[in-house]
């Protein structure tokens, strides 16, 4: 069974910095990609990035180009998200996720989420 | 401002049929497979439909999903309570070195 456990979300003062991960099991972790979604209060999913399985690329949403940084240690089966410059606007539940095996892109497995709150 | 349009809400009775539509463009739509989640409140978001029409095992059959040109559509026949949820579509994105984009997401309502 796919499981996937995302930690380190908490409260962070605007411009501060927080390291996210997620932890996965149930799959071989280095043959897939892997994604962060994110979702604000009451608000909509957004993608906020995106790393290969293995050969080391990475895509990034405008919104947090430049102070996000993707990456997976996959012989940990982990993915990070290093969030640094935060700002109140990055308040949301961090998912992550796994793309599907295949040519299409989409998301078949999703962790519970964990809460990053950018506030003074 | 998302880069897909979705209807806010939409809702109907038990047993009715449902639409929703997804309005997108050449770069997402156009020229990439759509795929629709469903979010229960507090709960992460589950695949229902990808590669446009496709279920995944477990997804019952009165979830379909269709594409033509730039847009998409996910259609819920035989409206059932637990369908009520919000659905997101969603598409990769050639422009901007590449991104996955979501719709603003669908409220469903079961009257």
């Known amino acids: 069974e796919v499981q996937l456990a995302e930690s380190g979300g908490g409260l962070v003062q605007p411009g501060g910095s927080l390291r996210l991960s997620c932890a996965a099991s149930?799959?071989?972790?280095?043959?897939?990609?892997m994604s962060w979604v994110r979702q604000a209060p009451g608000k909509g999913l957004e993608w906020v990035s995106a790393?290969?399985?293995?050969?080391?690329?990475?895509h990034y949403a405008d919104s947090v180009k430049g102070r996000f940084t993707i990456s997976r240690d996959n012989a940990k089966s982990t993915m990070y998200l290093q969030m640094n410059s935060l700002r109140a606007e990055d308040t949301a539940i961090y998912y992550c996720a796994k793309r599907a095996r295949g040519a299409w892109y989409y998301f078949d497995d999703w962790g519970q989420g964990t809460l990053v709150t950018v506030s003074s | 401002q998302s880069v897909l349009t979705q209807p806010p809400s939409a809702s109907g009775t038990p047993g009715q049929r449902v639409t929703i539509s997804c309005s997108g463009s050449s770069s997402n739509i156009g020229s990439n497979t759509v795929n629709w989640y469903q979010q229960f409140p507090g709960t992460a978001p589950k695949v229902l439909i990808y590669s446009n029409n496709q279920r995944p095992s477990g997804v019952p059959d009165r979830f379909s999903g269709s594409k033509s040109g730039t847009s998409a559509s996910l259609a819920i026949s035989g409206l059932q309570s637990e369908d009520e949820a919000d659905y997101y579509c969603?598409?990769?994105?050639?422009?901007?070195?590449?991104?996955?984009?979501f719709g603003p997401g669908t409220k469903v309502t079961v009257l």
């Open positions: 969603a598409a990769w994105d050639d422009s901007l070195n590449g991104r996955y984009v």
């Open positions: 790393t290969s399985g293995s050969d080391g690329s990475t």
């Open positions: 149930g799959f071989t972790f280095s043959n897939y990609a």
